[in-house]
């Protein structure tokens, strides 16, 4: 039983690594696809183009920081609810989940909407935006597809992170 207990801790660590590394990577692509997007190598630059790959790649990064956070919070629930994990351990797992810090999961929100809409205000304001001007109905379709996904990215996120079910009782292990 405790070489599976430390090997769920050593999951736990990696996976924390993990979604480290995904918001960092996050934070580069982001920096630089806004970065191309806004510079101009030439007067007939259409590098602007690029900006519309900012959301999409932000959020794609998100739902993989989501699924970290997810599989560190599952460990730390089964480890709270097996009846035969260290008391010390239940017990510090009890006060993690009722002192959680709810401004990490809002942070990737928040995150993803100000990179939407500072990239919809920068394509809005574009005044030589032809992809815009000649392909409205495209540019506002993206706009739509944007709100939707991060719409559904909150909802579903939200119902994740709720389906982890809390037991009354602590989970019994039968021995064979």
């Known amino acids: 039983m ?5 090997h769920l801790r050593q999951e736990k660590l990696n996976t924390q690594k993990s979604r480290f590394e995904f918001i960092r990577l996050k934070f580069i692509l ?3 696809l806004f970065g191309i ?9 259409e ?10 790649v932000g959020f794609a990064i998100d739902l993989y920081i989501h699924g970290e956070n997810f599989a560190i919070r599952r460990i730390g629930y089964f480890v709270r609810e097996i009846e035969k994990c260290i008391p010390v351990e239940r017990a510090w797992e009890l006060y993690v989940d009722k002192n959680r810090d709810r401004y990490t999961r809002a942070g990737i929100y928040v995150v993803s909407i100000l990179l ?3 990239t919809f205000l920068i394509l809005q304001l ?9 392909y409205g109905l495209w540019h506002y379709l993206w706009v739509f597809v944007n709100l939707v996904i991060l719409s559904l990215f909150i909802l ?7 389906s982890l079910k809390k037991n009354k009782k602590p989970i019994k292990i039968k021995k064979k």
């Open 30 to 32: 982001v920096v630089g």
């Open 2 to 6: 405790n070489d599976f207990l430390n």
């Open 37 to 45: 997007g806004n510079w101009k190598f030439t007067e007939f630059s």
């Open 126 to 134: 574009k005044e030589d935006n032809n992809f815009r001007e000649n």
């Open 47 to 56: 590098n602007y183009l690029l900006l519309y790959l900012v959301p999409f």
């Open 116 to 118: 939407f809409i500072s």
């Open 156 to 162: 579903c996120s939200y119902r994740g992170y709720n």
